[in-house]
């Protein structure tokens, strides 16, 4: 239950059930005694918890420091009256002050921790958000966007429109999207640099301005409520664990009338001929192996649900089977190459399988290969596109 809210340039609130105080916005003082309601309620707050004390200020965009001081004399006073209690801060690396700033006060007093809450934030991170994950995407896209090209004006994109293309990793959907459709404007929004700095380069080698690649969390975005017409998430709700929670987001910045697209895997549904039962064992596995890290690549058709939740109605959904008959059967190849590499590489060694089992894993993707080069072989990887449009 939320006990209390302030609401200036910036917002303060409590939870009681969480012991969570959350300061949002821009907070920026010219006097101590601006912040007097702000502090009233951190202590009033901090004297009704037991245990630790949470502060989020994941979403402070801006603090001077007027605000600074006001805040950390109230958290060390209190962490010296209170020695039962821990002061949990919890900052975002988006914020890039933040952790640093709050850091200082855990030198004054070790009772009070700040935590970084995206360093380590959903299991696959570490696969996903490096380099080696660039050619895995930009084969993905050349082959889906033949699809989705005539199926995006189905789901509502128009040109001209507003749009936010959310886990943008390398930027080529809406490089693609910029070129066909022109939009007024595109915020393209991802957690990894790496992916980030590769789109820039990207963009500017083909000289595609108006695009704003902008480093977020797409469960925390600071981006305002409905601002899009169109807000896109492709092939990421299925690799975080808790994919309502960007859901919900995609949904506040969409504008009310305006459309969320989401695009996700059912990886087992992978198939391909002739050897077509050890491609199948090889996706089953594959699907096995991202829930070991808790990622869910079987979410395709469990995205209707997931907008139906969201309170989005209209809700449109359809499969494509991206194949090696599409055009360009070299490119599924590579694709399943790019596969093969990150998954029973970097992947299996983590889970530590042993080494009969990366073989046999391997060999499905290799049989993958093959079924799309032969000239009487058939390879086809299916995708789920489902949309909603927001409530008035
Ligand atoms: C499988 S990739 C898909 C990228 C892109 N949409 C595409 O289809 O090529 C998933 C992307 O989601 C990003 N991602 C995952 N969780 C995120 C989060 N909480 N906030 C922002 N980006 C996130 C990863 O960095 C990665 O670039």
Not at 117 to 122: H, L, R, V
Not at 246 to 272: A, F, M
Request: net charge negative; glycine share 8%; with cysteine.
């Amino acid at each position: 239950m939320i006990a209390d809210t302030l609401v200036q340039t910036y917002k303060v609130s409590f939870d009681e059930n969480n012991q969570e105080l959350a300061l949002s916005g821009s907070m920026r003082p010219e006097h101590g005694a601006e912040m007097e309601a702000c502090i009233q309620l951190l202590e009033r707050s901090i004297a009704s918890i037991r245990g630790t004390f949470y502060i989020n200020v994941k979403r402070l965009v801006r603090l001077n420091n007027v605000a600074f001081h006001a805040l950390a004399g109230a958290l060390l006073k209190a962490a010296d009256e209170r020695p039962d209690v821990r002061i949990s801060i919890v900052t975002s690396s988006v914020i890039g002050w933040s952790t640093k700033k709050f850091g200082t006060l855990s030198a004054k007093n070790p009772r009070i921790a700040v935590e970084e809450y995206d360093s380590e934030f959903y299991p696959g991170q570490s696969f996903l958000e490096e380099g080696g994950f660039v050619p895995v995407l930009r084969t993905q896209t050349k082959l889906t966007w033949k699809h989705e090209r005539s199926i995006l004006p189905r789901h509502g994109l128009t040109p001209g429109a507003t749009m936010a293309d959310i886990c943008c990793g390398i930027g080529d959907f809406a490089v693609l999207v910029a070129k066909e459709f022109a939009p007024s404007r595109i915020v393209a929004l991802d957690h990894s640099k790496s992916s980030l700095a590769y789109a820039r380069q990207v963009a500017s080698e083909f000289d595609i301005g108006g695009i704003e690649y902008i480093y977020g969390d797409a469960a925390e975005m600071l981006l305002e409520d409905g601002q899009f017409d169109f807000v896109s998430c492709r092939h990421a709700l299925q690799i975080f664990n808790k994919p309502e929670m960007i859901v919900d987001e995609l949904v506040r910045i969409c504008k009310p009338g305006g459309r969320v697209y989401v695009t996700n895997e059912k990886i087992s549904q992978c198939l391909g001929e002739p050897r077509g039962p050890s491609i199948q064992w090889t996706y089953e596995q594959l699907s096995k192996l991202f829930a070991d890290f808790d990622m869910d690549l079987e979410f395709g058709p469990k995205s209707y649900q997931a907008l139906q939740k969201a309170g989005l109605e209209d809700i449109r959904i359809e499969s494509f089977m991206v194949t090696n008959r599409d055009g360009d059967a070299q490119a599924f190849a590579d694709m399943v190459m790019a596969w093969e590499e990150m998954f029973a590489g970097g992947m299996c060694e983590k889970r530590g399988d042993d080494a009969a089992f990366v073989e046999k894993f391997r060999r499905g993707f290799e049989d993958h290969i093959a079924a799309a080069l032969h000239p009487g072989g058939y390879a086809g990887w299916p995708v789920w596109v489902a949309s909603g449009r927001k409530p008035q």
